[in-house]
């Protein structure tokens, strides 16, 4: 009791208010002690202090990182972890629907086209094993994946169906090769095009994404991290020596670190403006569902993940075949099961441009699938919702320090950009990590350069848009 009182005044101390421990009966009788305390129960005029008290005068981190997601979290993890006095700044609330990660479950796959890609997915399965030993969670579930469809579709945002057999062969990644009968006998799939063909590989799985940010963010909490919600940074200002970073908290406070780690998604050239740089991005607005499957007898069982390869219906972008789905996972309500098309028709620059209601286009034609190829399962989504992805223009990643052109300081500032991303998440959190102590990784990031072609916006483009961006707000101000 003693002790749960000094924990009391400390954390009201810290200007956090806390409720007191109280007895929580669990289904099987027991009982646990719960004690409720955090930022969510702040009060609500507090505003946090973000200065440090442990470094030198002139700094107060190690590491500043710009966005709580599951990258910044990663990153934060590995950090704290190697001793890196960090502070994760956070717009929204953590683990919120306003970035990519909303939403339950994302692919864990190593079938990939590319080499170099295939070879971070499988040192990527190496991190997700040490994340869940140090957390003592099971964060994937390994079901395994098929990829089925047409073998001539040759070109898509997740490459195409046969050419990821080379690497599972140099891998030595088991897998097995099914005709479109075997599939249909499998799966609850019908009527599908019988000169289809499948890939079954086993070393895929289901990660579990509410589980893994909250396993982070604890994580990130319990090697010393400092975690801020609705924080909004304002300046970013590198020099030789460091950076400084300007926000608001409520109030307007600036803190200084020697590195500093962007990973805030959609909203990057919103911080990135302040050093003139603007990155080429498209914003996905990409749709999720979940389907009601048959319970049984007889029920509809989808005994792995699944993605199909096929060509957009009469060539329209916008009735793309590219679906896949999930099988039931424990932590979604019982008969959902994930269903989706691997597209989207609301393609957005900003954020703030959001629809937030999934598009009509996107849902139609994957209820469509579902009734015309999937048997036992409901034709109409129980619930839909949409997130953002964010691409770049080669669909690959930004993984790199500022460019000259932002000046002084551009190596003490590193960005990370790109959407296919959660199942490197551990990966390349470590990666931030030793660009953050070091400068440099020991992985081969060479393909993600912030220099290459089609990613940078032209500082002749970018200061013509802002002096009509500048025109329009004088406008406003004098009419």
């Given amino acids: 009791m003693a002790r749960r009182l000094c924990l009391a005044r400390a954390l009201l101390f810290n200007g956090i208010r806390i409720r007191p421990s109280l007895p929580v009966y669990l289904a099987d009788g027991t009982f646990r002690l719960a004690i409720f305390s955090g930022f969510a129960h702040a009060r609500r005029n507090h505003v946090p202090s973000l200065a440090g008290s442990d470094m030198s005068p002139s700094l107060d981190y190690d590491v500043v990182i710009v966005g709580g997601g599951p990258i910044g979290l990663s990153t934060a993890y590995h950090c704290a972890k190697a001793g890196q006095s960090v502070l994760v700044l956070e717009r929204f609330c953590f683990f919120n629907q306003s970035g990519s990660s909303n939403d339950l479950v994302r692919m864990f796959r190593t079938m990939y086209t590319e080499d170099f890609l295939a070879d971070l997915a499988y040192e990527a399965r190496n991190r997700w094993h040490e994340l869940e030993r140090d957390s003592a969670e099971q964060l994937i579930l390994m079901s395994g994946l098929l990829n089925f469809g047409d073998v001539k579709y040759r070109s898509g945002p997740e490459g195409n169906l046969t050419d990821p057999i080379k690497n599972l062969e140099r891998l030595k990644l088991p897998y097995r090769m099914l005709r479109a009968e075997e599939v249909m006998r499998e799966y609850p799939f019908r009527d599908l095009p019988s000169d289809y063909a499948g890939i079954f590989a086993p070393d895929n799985g289901c990660i579990n994404v509410p589980l893994v940010l909250r396993t982070l963010f ?127 028709v609301n393609v957005i620059s900003d954020p703030t441009e959001r629809k937030i209601v999934p598009a009509e286009n996107d849902l139609a034609i994957t209820a469509q699938f579902v009734s015309e190829h999937c048997r036992g399962v409901d034709a109409r989504p129980n619930y839909c919702g949409s997130c953002l992805q964010t691409e770049v223009q080669d669909n690959l990643f930004v993984l790199d320090h500022l460019p000259p052109s932002a000046g002084d300081g551009c190596q003490n500032v590193f960005v990370f950009v790109g959407g296919w991303a959660f199942k490197f998440v551990p990966l390349f959190g470590q990666i931030l990590k030793e660009l953050a102590i070091t400068g440099s990784s020991h992985t081969d990031i060479s393909r993600f350069t912030i220099t290459r072609p089609g990613i940078l916006v032209d500082p002749r483009v970018l200061a013509k848009t802002s002096a009509v961006a500048q025109e329009k707000v004088f406008s406003r101000r004098t009419h």
């Fill in 218 to 344: 604890r994580l990130a909490q319990g090697y010393g991290a400092k975690l801020v919600p609705h924080v909004r940074v304002l300046e970013l200002r590198p020099d030789n020596d460091g950076v400084s970073l300007t926000m608001d908290t409520g109030e307007r406070q600036t803190v200084r670190a020697r590195r500093c780690i962007l990973a805030c998604g959609a909203y990057s050239n919103e911080v990135l403006s302040s050093v003139g740089l603007r990155l080429k991005l498209d914003i996905w607005e990409m749709v999720y569902e979940y389907y009601a499957t048959d319970p049984g007898p007889s029920g509809c069982y989808f005994p792995s993940m699944w993605f199909q390869f096929a060509e957009p219906t009469g060539g329209d972008p916008a009735k793309s075949n590219l679906f896949y789905g999930f099988p039931h996972v424990p932590w979604v309500p019982p008969n959902l099961v994930r269903i989706a098309v691997d597209n989207a």
